[in-house]
């Protein structure tokens, strides 16, 4: 398969795992943070964590923006879909994300009508074949999903379709790098970039990250050769004393990023004072609401919702391991309490999610290195 | 009559609804089963959890198969409810390596539903079976309200005799066997799933629904008694088929990633929708495991039959780790296949 197969070359794989043992210092230990939750997985699913050198160490980042939502924000899109005559849609992502009352698929088993979506264009479509219901498009995302959801809303407006909203989750990367950055209790000495959400926001947002921190940033894409040049250019920056941002994404990545797709948002989107994100706590301008322009597709202006602020669990570590200071096995609950099944955090359920990673592709008597 | 003790992990049933994952094939369907139908109904027969019940008359092994069908759409490119649902029930019976001799079929039809459509089905249904050699020889019908039933179900129920020349049975298999498959995986739930035209991606596949028989009696003719398990991995995949054999067991299967067979068209759809090829349903496909010895031959047997050619060998039977499938690449990773969890595609059979 073209595009995919180039990437997963046995041999060019197996040249890059021996360069980048070359590259490290052996009287060094690395620690490399993948910002993006997809990367987390590709690197499980290729089972690539076998090919670095055991002083190489990957933390995992925020980059699932299912898992860094608090569960009140669930909680008050799972309220508006228990209101008469309204179709919830979502992501395949969401749906097995539980509030403090269940999970999307739970409320659907009981009847409620939860529908799966691929694109926020699909849920358009089912309000407009459905008049007599409002559908709601409960909206999730960094920056790689947020256009969709603009383009969306701007095509709502131009069919003037009224039974549509938007209940809008959309966060945005580079406030949740800062915090992380300015966290005490985290050590790091470099960035695997975010690829996708890099195909819209462009390479410069993470300049500060080289500038002011001193950490070099390589945006990675997410096949094996990808995620593995990624590592080996991050080592032979930090073996030169190098901090740059650089791009290895480039088949993909344009410099300056999408600016279509920056100006859909900038017209539908503004910035939220600050948004809570599980385990990170609140983060100033680090989320998107819909502008007053929109106020009439804004489910959040529509409709009456608890708002409520729920802490996780207490047993639950998905803070700790959101912010990359516990891997997920070192959680109490995970593989027992909390399993794919019966999620007590979305990171056990998400496709991008660093605990469901784990459980799905790492052998459980493996050890985890720290 | 031959019974198989076997020691499971205890499974408890404590799920508050029943939710579509219960019918996916995957864990939640496994707690349904060894949770409350096991030990609710137990005997030694149940307690196999194979594909067939095995009983034993006047020295002749029986085997019986019951089986219920709800794909939604009723027809989709390569088949239809009532070809899937013969199929279906045949490959039950020819995994455990029993010869088909005849099928019943329980008709639930909504008011409504046209006669033109279920004369077809039923058209299909005596097409399979012609194909197949057996005979359809008892049913029932029932009628629901308008607005249930989607059309309609089929529940089947099938019986045969089983070769005196095998036995089958995860307690045969040992470190060293290999593991073989029939041809390329996910045929049959991709195809549903573009058929009911929700995603805007269109490839040119059909579904793999096929009955077995032919593989399972070559295979017996070749390998006899190295021939130590079959299954069909239907719902929840070759994933959860081969958790299945390795569950409890002092033994793991240990896949070769790049040599499981796959069309493009099925790669492509599972790396655009995220889901895994093992995962994935497929209607016309056998596993077999065999001894090394015999693995070639067997191999052979498969390839030789008409829609054989893309049979390979896929992985083998390791000491370690043991009760688990992992799947390695040829560059050295490695990653555990766990069973389905939740359910992809809903209604895919």
Redesign the interface.
Known sequence: ?KY?DEF?D??L??NV?REIARTADPDRHYRIMEVCGGHTHAI?????K??LPGNVELIHGPGCPVCVLPMGRIDDGLAIAQQPNVIFTAF?DM??VPGTKGTP??LK??GFDIRMV?SPL?ALRIAQTNPGKHVMFFAIGFETTAPSTALTLQRARALNARNFSVFCNHVTIVPAIRAILDSPDMRLDAFVGPGHVSTVTGCRPYEFIARDYGKPVVISGFE?LDILESILMILGQLRSGEARVENQYRRIVPWEGNLPALRAMGDVFELRPYFEWRGLGFISQSALKLSNAFAAWDAEVQFEVPGVRVTDPKAAQCGEVLKGVLKPPQCKLFGKECN??HPIGALMVS?EGACAAY???????EPVSV | METIERTRPAVRFNDAQIEMAHGAGGKASRRLVEGLFLPLLANPILQALSDSALTSVNGVTLATTADGYVVKPLRFPGGSIGELAVNGTINDLAVSGARPLGLMAAFILEAGFAGETLREEVEAMASAARRAGVAIVGGDTKVVEHGFADGMYVATFGFGTVDPRVRLAAERVVEGDRVLLSGPIGDHGITILLARGDLDLEASLVSDTRPLTPFAEALIERAGSALHWMRDPTRGGVATALNELVRGRDFGVTLYEESIPMRNEVRGACEILGLDPLHIANEGQLIAVVSGEAADGALAAMRAIDGGENAACIGEVRATPPGSVLAVTSYGGSRVIDMLVGDPLPRIC
Do not use: C, F, T, W
């Open positions: 398969m995919v997963r046995p041999k794989i197996s795992a499980y699913r290729h089972g690539l076998n090919l395949g749906m097995r698929l739970e088993a009981r691929y699909d094996p794919p099944e496709s459980y799905r592709y790492v052998h459980r008597d």
